[in-house]
């Protein structure tokens, strides 16, 4: 009688051991650029030029082509669906209300101690179409779960 109860409370532990923990992850950093009529976002590797030529686009909105959003995310735990990216989008003013945009992306089932990157980009014709990007906000989404969210201060 004493072994069983020995069993049953060993079982029970290891039970509590073995159970698996629902995704947890968020949204670290969500970087916007412009890119230019080449496609690119800067003219050489380095991080300085690179915020220097995101300035001269900023000022000079004719020499824009589009915008890529690189993102910095992390999840950790079991993911129950699959990872997804979502980038929603709000442009100029065209009549009452800002048009809107949401761009999905699927993410390959990474988890861990470190954080991975991932780029969404909107192309010339679509870009033109919104008006320019006025405000923004990416979340982490595990099937129907949200598990982060980063977002522009007008949002």
Same mark, same amino acid.
């Given at each position: 009688?004493?072994?069983?109860?020995?069993?049953?409370?060993?079982?029970?532990?290891?039970?509590?051991?073995?159970?698996?923990?629902?995704?947890? =992850?968020?949204?670290?950093?969500?970087?916007?650029?412009?890119?230019?009529?080449?496609?690119?976002?800067?003219?050489?590797?380095?991080?300085?030029?690179?915020?220097?030529?995101?300035?001269?686009?900023?000022?000079?909105?004719?020499?824009?082509?589009?915008? @890529? /959003?690189?993102?910095?995310?992390?999840?950790? =735990?079991?993911?129950?669906?699959?990872?997804?990216?979502?980038?929603?989008? @709000?442009?100029?003013?065209?009549?009452?209300?800002?048009? =809107?945009?949401?761009?999905?992306?699927?993410?390959?089932?990474?988890?861990?101690? /470190?954080?991975?990157?991932?780029?969404?980009?909107?192309?010339?014709?679509?870009?033109?179409?919104?008006?320019?990007?006025?405000?923004? @906000?990416?979340?982490?989404?595990?099937?129907?779960?949200?598990?982060?969210?980063?977002?522009?201060?007008?949002?």
């Amino acid at each position: 009688m004493r072994g069983s109860l020995k069993i049953l409370v060993l079982l029970a532990l290891l039970s509590g051991i073995v159970t698996a923990h629902a995704a947890t =992850g968020k949204v670290i950093k969500v970087l916007p650029q412009f890119l230019d009529t080449k496609g690119r976002t800067s003219l050489t590797p380095s991080l300085y030029d690179r915020d220097a030529y995101q300035a001269v686009l900023r000022v000079h909105p004719e020499r824009r082509s589009g915008m @890529r /959003f690189f993102i910095q995310w992390k999840a950790k =735990g079991q993911v129950a669906t699959g990872l997804t990216l979502r980038l929603e989008l @709000r442009g100029g003013v065209q009549g009452e209300l800002p048009k =809107g945009l949401i761009l999905e992306s699927k993410l390959p089932p990474k988890t861990g101690w /470190f954080s991975h990157w991932a780029d969404l980009t909107i192309n010339e014709e679509t870009y033109k179409e919104l008006g320019g990007v006025t405000s923004w @906000r990416v979340t982490l989404w595990d099937g129907e779960k949200m598990l982060g969210e980063q977002r522009s201060y007008l949002w």
